[in-house]
């Protein structure tokens, strides 16, 4: 809570202010790099788990895609094969068969 009221009594108490003030500044700078890597490795496990998610999608999106392209070559080639089937009805249904007498 009041870490300059430690400080300060501690400095009283110690025949050398000078090591308690070395001491507080030192613990300062400790604790707060301390906190400073702490907030960096969540900033950086978090960023590596979304890069992580977004690539799953990403993945997931162009698994898809290519289905799509898949179903889509399929069913264009369905229409071919249809389209031609039906022009080989147009031609038989003409009358002009050389076979029947």
Do not use: P
């Not at 613990?27 to 978090?46: D, E, H």
């Not at 799509?68 to 094969?81: G, L, Y």
């Amino acid at each position: 809570k009041n870490w300059s009221g430690y400080m300060d009594h501690c400095a009283q108490l110690a025949s050398g202010a000078a090591y308690s003030y070395g001491y507080f500044f030192i613990l300062v700078i400790f604790g707060s790099f301390c906190l400073l890597n702490l907030t960096v490795a969540t900033v950086g496990q978090t960023y590596a788990r979304v890069k992580k998610e977004s690539e799953k999608k990403k993945a997931l999106k162009e698994k898809e895609r290519a289905e799509m392209m898949r179903i889509q070559a399929e069913r264009d080639e369905m229409r071919k094969q249809a389209a031609s089937e039906q022009d080989d009805d147009d031609d038989d249904a003409d009358g002009d068969d050389d076979d029947v007498e």
